[in-house]
């Protein structure tokens, strides 16, 4: 079933996601989400709360030096 609503941006860029849909998507202050973005439209998604460990064992064997990727990783999780 597909659920409309609205959210606004702020000046700095914020969104502020609706009620609505924050209690449908079970999203609480200091979640991380995730946009995707496919064929003009952008989608919304609870990031999955992974410890640092289980996305570095998913990546094996690693392209760049292991430290390099462990301090990317923990940039992008920040």
């Known amino acids: 079933m597909s659920e409309i609503s609205v959210g606004s941006i702020t000046t700095k860029g914020q969104i ?4 609505e849909i924050r209690e449908r998507l079970e999203l609480k202050e200091g979640d991380k989400i995730i946009f995707i973005i496919e064929a003009g439209r952008a989608t919304i998604k609870k990031a ?3 410890k640092l460990s289980q996305i570095l ?3 094996k ?8 990727f462990q301090k990317r990783i923990r940039r992008e999780w920040q």
């Open 16 to 19: 502020t996601i609706p009620k």
């Open 57 to 59: 064992r998913r990546h």
């Open 61 to 68: 064997p690693w392209k760049t030096q292991s430290v390099k």
């Open 48 to 50: 999955p709360v992974e």
